[in-house]
């Protein structure tokens, strides 16, 4: 196995049991970093330490994770044009904020028969959103209700955290 000192400097490829009593010696662990190189590679390092700095950099990795909701928007085969662009409003700031948006058109009764007005107000919609999002589910039936999902532009969520780093 290749064994590595803690300061990163490369004693070189040693038998397992030289590495442990160079190990013992130092007063250190001898800890297994990567099992699958070739020839391993083990490092003579405390590993209480070692795990800490494991915990740190998970956490960290966690913190920059980005989680993607989806948010939903109501609509009807009858809205109005202000309940429409009120709707898509708050549609053009979710995705802007970099989340997903679920559209969808409740049909009850005998509006199952037109159809075709729920179709009318989702591609509208696609057509408003078209320049900050991207069709990620094409309209389609679900029972009573018509939906598609936007997601955001890679492009834009990317320049809105770019000015949201630079405040």
Same mark, same amino acid.
């Given at each position: 196995?290749?064994?590595v000192?803690? +300061? ?8 397992? #049991? +030289?590495?442990?009593?160079?190990? #013992? ?19 003579? $390092? ?10 740190? #950099? ?20 009858g809205? +109005? ?39 009318? $107000? ?6 408003d ?19 598609? $999902?936007? $997601? ?9 955290k ?6």
């Open positions: 196995m290749r064994v000192t803690e +300061d990163g400097e490369t004693l070189g490829v040693m038998d397992t #049991r +030289d590495a442990i009593q160079e190990a #013992r010696n130092r007063g250190i662990d001898l800890v297994e970093i990567a099992p699958n190189a070739k020839p391993p590679v083990c490092k003579l $390092i405390d590993y209480g330490k070692f795990l800490y700095e494991q915990k740190k #950099r998970a956490h960290e990795a966690k913190k920059k994770q980005v989680t993607v909701q989806v948010k939903e928007i109501k609509f009807r085969p809205t +109005d044009d202000h309940d429409y662009s009120y709707r898509m409003k708050h549609a053009r700031e979710w995705l802007g904020d970099g989340d997903k948006v679920r559209a969808a058109i409740a049909f009850r009764g005998r509006e199952m028969t037109h159809r075709e007005l729920g179709a009318k $107000i989702l591609a509208k919609l696609t057509e959103l078209a320049d900050i999002a991207d069709v990620e589910v094409a309209p389609k039936m679900e029972g009573y209700q018509m939906f598609t $999902i936007f $997601i955001p532009k890679k492009s834009k969520v990317a320049e809105k770019a000015e949201n780093n630079g405040e």
